[in-house]
């Protein structure tokens, strides 16, 4: 029996990267799932082929969907949990994925750009947190959130303000929603990837050179896939995590051990 069978899911920011490789991995694993997107009905309507078609051959019978949404708008997704739980009957597991990010030296940061990161970033995650934790409490079987955070959280990313703020408040929301509903069966820890191969990366991905600067600085000498990720996901949305929550799972690579000390310049030599 598939590990999700008969649990629906709702993926935030599912059009492409890592979203994609989620909603796509959960299907397989026998969920049904929305496909949460904000542009590009087309990338989304293509990740719900995807799903429909790897749940198929994994003999899996489920319900897939795209659902238009912004997050950073309360109303918006009010609409969207209204129709995700309408038609997939119901909701089990939230993944807050939608996530986005922009380079701008903090002295020349519009307020504007500030607010439009912090607002999509943690403002959505708790949109959606919020009605995800209202419909877990409305029937028995509490929930699970999952976090798409970042090793931003703790490593501070120049250029990069409002992103690296959003996902400290991240690891603060997380922490603090997994202890105020603990003992309600709801469950929330996140993810914090490094850096990985997908469509928000395609300026190094794409460069031999810049690609080989960023991996550089990783420990295990390269950059993520996808379905590295997904994996950690969807660990944490299981059974087999019952007994982990307010966590943040960083999957980096190394990233997260302060790499710089892979040689011992800080002590000297002998």
Known sequence: MARFAGKKVLVTGASSGIGEGIAIHFAREGASVAINYHSGQDRAESVKKKAEEAAQKAGAKVNIMTVKADVSKEDQVNAMFEKGIGQLGGLDILINNSGIQKAVPSEDLPMEEFDRIIGTNLRGAFNCARQAIRHFLSRPGGGVIVNNSSVHEIIPKPTYLPYSVSKGGLENMTRTLALEYADRGIRVNSVGPGAIVTPI????????????????????????????????????????????????LYACGGLTLFPEFRTGWSSGTE
């Open 201 to 248: 990366n395609q300026a190094w991905i794409d460069d031999p050179k810049a690609r080989a600067g960023v991996e550089s600085h990783i420990p295990m000498g390269r950059a993520g896939r996808v379905e590295e990720i997904s994996s950690v996901f969807l660990f944490l949305a299981s059974d087999e995590a019952s007994y982990i929550t307010g966590q943040t």
